[in-house]
């Protein structure tokens, strides 16, 4: 069976309205409120841009239904639509998914039963303002590098002139 391709539908792809640092993060969810699927059979990614002062849905990637079987060929085609997210949210994620998020520069973030996506964005909201969990700072700070990327490309297409 040739590996499903996922439908990925983005609300906003520009920077947030909001100053300051942000980052996008994904969640694994089949209702779009709680996390309540498994990353490797995970039928739809909820992607978020979080900020210190506010979150937003920036886009939603939807994959056909999958079984939980180990097969991982599943896998590239999921972690090829976060490219851009620093995290993904999922009830349980095998090691191998772990190796290959990790390569991608997404952490993969483990969570409870029945944990509701509202939440998580508020408590994200205050790991940013603090700064103190290392895989935040380390996004930010990525997050930063590609925007001074985008800026410096955006002004030699325009020409310098001294």
Known sequence: MPASYPVRLM???????????????AFATGGMTVVDQHFGSATRFAIYRVSGTGS????????EEAVHDGNESKLPAKIA????????F???????????????GVQPIKVEPGALIAE?????????NLASTP?????????????????FDAMEEEGWDG
């Not at 609300?11 to 993060?25: I, K, T, Y």
């Open 56 to 63: 937003e849905l920036v886009g939603v990637t939807q994959f």
């Open 81 to 88: 639509a976060l490219q851009g997210c620093a995290a993904v």
């Open 120 to 128: 998580a964005l508020a408590h994200l909201r205050n790991e940013i």
């Open 90 to 104: 999922c009830q349980a994620v095998g090691g191998s998914a772990v190796r290959q998020l990790a390569a991608a």
């Open 11 to 25: 609300l906003r792809d520009d920077e947030p309205a909001a100053p300051g640092p942000s980052m996008n993060v």
């Open 135 to 151: 895989w935040i700072v380390k996004a930010l700070q990525s997050q930063d590098r590609r925007r001074d990327a985008g800026r």
